[in-house]
C-alpha cells in the first residue's frame, strides 16, 4: 500500500539520519523495528538519544542488553516463522490476533504470558523508558525458556499463530 511504502521510505531515511548523527546503527535499528517510532521521528530520536545515553551509563548497559536481547529474539523468531526476515509479520500472521491460553501446550508458554501480562501491567504504571527497559529486561528469563523449550513454528497452525502472536506482545 502508499501508506507503507511511505513509512518504508521514512524509516530508512530516518536510520541514515540517525546513523549519521552518531548514533549506534544497532540501536537505531532495534528503536526503529517498533513501527510507532518509524512513523514518529521525534519519539525515535527520543528513544535512540535515551537508549544510548542508558547504554553508555555503567549502571543501566546490562538493563539496556538484557531488554534489547529480549527484543531482538522475539523479533528474529517472529520474522524467522513469518517466512523470512524480509517479510511483513502481519501480511503473514494476524499480528493483531489475541493470545489463546487453551492453545498452550508446555508451562514456559503459560509462564512466558504471565510475565507478558505483568509487563503491560507494569509499563501502564511506569511508561518511562527506563521503566520499559527494565520491564522488558525482566521478561528475560521466560522468553529465553519459552524460546529454548517450545518449537515457535509447530505444524499446527493455530498454536505457531497463537505463539507468534504473545511474542508480538
Known amino acids: 500500500s502508499l501508506a507503507k511504502s511511505v513509512l518504508d521510505f521514512i524509516s530508512k531515511r530516518l536510520e541514515v539520519y540517525l546513523s549519521d ?6 540501536i537505531v535499528k532495534a528503536v526503529l523495528a517498533a ?4 512513523a514518529d521521528p521525534c519519539l525515535a530520536f ?3 538519544s535515551a537508549m544510548q545515553a ?3 551509563s555503567t549502571s543501566d548497559s546490562d538493563l539496556v542488553s538484557n531488554a534489547y536481547e529480549v527484543h531482538g529474539r522475539s523479533l528474529r523468531l517472529v520474522r524467522s516463522v513469518a517466512g523470512g526476515a524480509g517479510c511483513s509479520v502481519s501480511s503473514s500472521i494476524a499480528s493483531a490476533q489475541s493470545v489463546n491460553e487453551s492453545l498452550f501446550e508446555a508451562e514456559v508458554e503459560n509462564a512466558l504470558y ?3 501480562l505483568r509487563a503491560e501491567d507494569a509499563i501502564r504504571m511506569d511508561g518511562s523508558l527506563t521503566g520499559r527497559l527494565r520491564v522488558v529486561a525482566n521478561t528475560k528469563q521466560d522468553v529465553d525458556a519459552f524460546c529454548d523449550g517450545v518449537f515457535v513454528a509447530a505444524e499446527d497452525l493455530a498454536v505457531r499463530n497463537n505463539r507468534v502472536a504473545m511474542l508480538e506482545r
Open 46 to 48: 527520543a528513544c535512540v
Open 21 to 26: 548523527q552518531g548514533f549506534r546503527p544497532d
Open 54 to 56: 542508558a547504554l553508555d
Open 35 to 38: 513501527g510507532e517510532n518509524a
Open 114 to 116: 504471565k510475565s507478558i
